[in-house]
């Protein structure tokens, strides 16, 4: 098992009232899958995304990311650990602004100093090949479209080769046709390098491309879906509807 | 790190260019303000040596200790050898005689008492270039009978060049003598309670006047006023005992109580701009980083520790701070030019009448303090905000950026 996700809680405070982000969450994440994490606006895909990307912490709970123990870490710590085992895409891209398309791929890659120069350098026209952008390696951010910027995103995360690479929501700030191209271009790189995708989204057409699910609601995981065929899914848990029914009762109770 | 950190320089040329400005005007306005004071402070030295002590004055063992009171009972009595000795020291330029007494000078309308000086005027004429004569003119080697005066003394006894007066001392065996002269200039110096009691007369009148042969005092110019403490040395080596050798700043109380209180003024003003340049490159650099709080949470995300964070921030401020001092170097420098060119006309300095124009000096030390000093503030500056940088939950950095 690539994930461990054990009884994981996460509170914060919002001004003097504690807000439950995350509820009790258990997961596994098996090497190679690409699975979405679904759920709408404020349902906890991207603290829980952010959990395992080990960039947040638990409230409560244990993290394991190839079988080893992530939670008491120190910072530093968790620092190299995501240097070396997580790549992450992010909505917005976040590149960074002062250095080329190759240079922003081979910025994490720094930091291995068992990387000759040139390795580096062929594994970056690698990745941006792989993305296909070999021809902007040059370019800076600016001089990119928003898919190109999320492909060298994409080449960035692959490029230190890491245990799983976490989305969230990577298609969002993308028109819907290229958003579809850069999932098909995850998904592709997940079928050829077995890399393990976990991404969030509340498109239900991005959802589908997945070949497994979580649906969360209010922090909690409402639904763990395979899929079987397309736009078919099985559901290994799902809860029950009567637990929705109490509170609209409440509701329409309140409103009476 | 270094290249990374150029470039983020260089990405914003105009938020760089307000860090910049902050840093180099600072750095400009310590060289100004820094050059100003040692600019007045030079002049004020120069000015003292040369309008009356010299570099360095022998007098015979005993007198300064005794108060300069009875000056007539510590004569040197063979001038002429002690000169031979201070003439193999090197750098000494000019030596003069002098020969200090006490007395009445009266005008046949009033009297006042009177600190007496003989002097060489030959010498005299090169040692005290900053004696400014408001009328008439300094005292020639032909003058027998010509006696200078004070600004103060002139205006005691209502006298004017061409006027006689008449000077009674009492000589060394405690006789009474008077000889009578003839007003040829009224002096100003630098200290208006020396201008009140001084007469200058030819050496030759002083000895006749006093009745005796030898003098009070060697006066030395040398060449460099730096080199003076050297001289004093190998003067005190190459005289036999029994003298004893005061350089300008022993004897210089009005420059030493007119220095320190310029130092107070103008090391509070100093303090108040260095605090300026502080809290202006304080507020730049925090505006900056502040700015780019969600940069630093990707490279944290991308595996960047803490400590790489804090160390980017860093090196990113202090290139900025070295640029930023260099140029408010070069401005200060060039503003001093221009300015000294121009010159600033100056109030006279406490207790004294004479005004003067300053101007800025380029001094290496100062220049290097405010490089120094811009360099700093600016590193001190991003020490705060680099630590939040670093410390920064890594989803709080990168939620800015949404």
């Known amino acids: 098992m690539l994930v461990r996700v054990e009884n994981v809680s996460k509170q914060y405070m919002v001004g003097e009232q504690p807000v439950t982000a995350l509820n009790r969450i258990n997961l596994n994440i098996e090497e190679g899958v690409f699975m979405a994490i679904a759920g709408p606006s404020g349902s906890g895909k991207s603290t829980l995304l952010n959990l395992i990307g080990c960039i947040d912490t638990p409230s409560s709970g244990k993290i394991h990311i190839a079988g080893r123990d992530v939670s008491g870490r120190t910072p530093d710590d968790l620092a190299r650990l995501r240097g070396r085992s997580i790549g992450f895409i992010f909505q917005t891209f976040n590149l960074l602004p002062v250095l080329s398309a190759e240079e922003n791929v081979e910025y994490p890659l720094l930091q291995f100093k068992e990387l000759s120069v040139a390795d580096r350098r062929d594994r970056v026209r690698h990745y941006l090949k792989m993305v296909g952008l070999a021809d902007f390696g040059r370019h800076r951010p600016n001089q990119l479209s928003g898919g190109q910027r999320q492909r060298v995103a994409i080449a960035r995360a692959l490029a230190i080769r890491p245990k799983i690479i976490l989305a969230d929501e990577p298609t969002a700030n993308l028109d819907h046709r290229t958003g579809a191209r850069i999932l098909r271009l995850m998904r592709r790189i997940n079928r050829k390098t077995g890399a393990t995708f976990v991404f969030s989204t509340h498109d239900k057409r991005v959802i589908d491309m997945a070949d497994r699910r979580v649906d969360l609601e209010d922090g909690e995981i409402v639904r763990l879906g395979v899929r079987k065929a397309k736009h078919e899914w099985g559901f290994a848990l799902e809860r029950a509807e009567d637990d929705y029914d109490d509170d609209e009762e409440t509701v329409d109770a309140a409103d009476e | ?402």
């Open chain 2, 1 to 402: 790190m270094l290249r990374l950190a150029l470039r983020n320089i260089l990405r914003q040329p105009g938020r760089a260019g307000l860090t910049l400005a902050a840093i180099a005007l600072g750095v400009a306005s310590l060289v100004m303000s820094g050059g100003f004071v040692a600019d007045i402070l030079r002049q004020l030295r120069d000015a003292t040596i040369h309008s009356q002590l010299g570099h360095l004055q022998i007098y015979k063992a005993g007198q300064f200790e005794s108060g300069g009171n009875r000056p007539l009972e510590f004569l040197i009595d063979d001038p002429a050898a002690v000169q031979r000795a201070v003439a193999s020291v090197p750098g000494v330029v000019v030596q003069g005689q002098r020969l200090a007494f006490s007395g009445l000078l009266g005008n046949g309308h009033g009297e006042l008492p009177v600190l007496g000086e003989g002097v060489e005027a030959d010498a005299e004429s090169r040692i005290g270039q900053a004696f400014s004569m408001l009328t008439g003119r300094q005292l020639a080697s032909g003058d027998t009978s010509g006696a200078v005066i004070g600004e103060g003394v002139a205006a005691a006894m209502k006298l004017k060049v061409g006027d006689r007066i008449n000077l009674v001392v009492s000589t060394r065996e405690g006789a009474t003598n008077a000889l009578d002269f003839d007003v040829v200039g009224v002096f100003r110096s630098l200290s208006k309670e020396y201008d009140a009691r001084a007469v200058r007369i030819p050496l030759k009148a002083a000895q006749e006047l006093t009745d005796t042969r030898g003098v009070t005092a060697i006066v030395v110019l040398l060449n460099d006023t730096d080199a003076t403490d050297a001289a004093r040395a190998a003067i005190e080596h190459a005289l036999p005992p029994g003298f004893e050798v005061k350089t300008w700043l022993d004897l210089a109380e009005f420059y030493t109580s007119t220095a320190a209180l310029y130092e107070r003024q103008f090391g509070f003003l100093q303090v108040i701009i260095l605090v300026m340049v502080l809290l202006s490159v304080a507020n730049a650099v925090n505006m900056t980083l502040h700015e780019r709080i969600p940069e630093f949470g990707i490279m944290r995300a991308l595996g960047r520790t803490g400590r790489d964070v804090f160390a980017l921030a860093v090196v990113e401020t202090s290139a900025l701070g070295a640029v930023g001092a260099l140029v408010g170097v070069v401005i200060g420098v060039l503003l001093a030019v221009i300015i000294s060119a121009v010159g600033i006309p100056m109030a006279p300095p406490p207790n004294s009448e004479s005004g003067f124009t300053a101007g800025i000096r380029v001094v290496p030390w100062i220049l290097g303090a405010a490089f120094a000093s811009g360099l700093v503030a600016t590193v001190a500056a991003a020490l705060l905000p680099a630590r939040h940088l670093a410390r920064i939950p890594v989803v709080e950095a990168l939620r800015r950026g949404v």
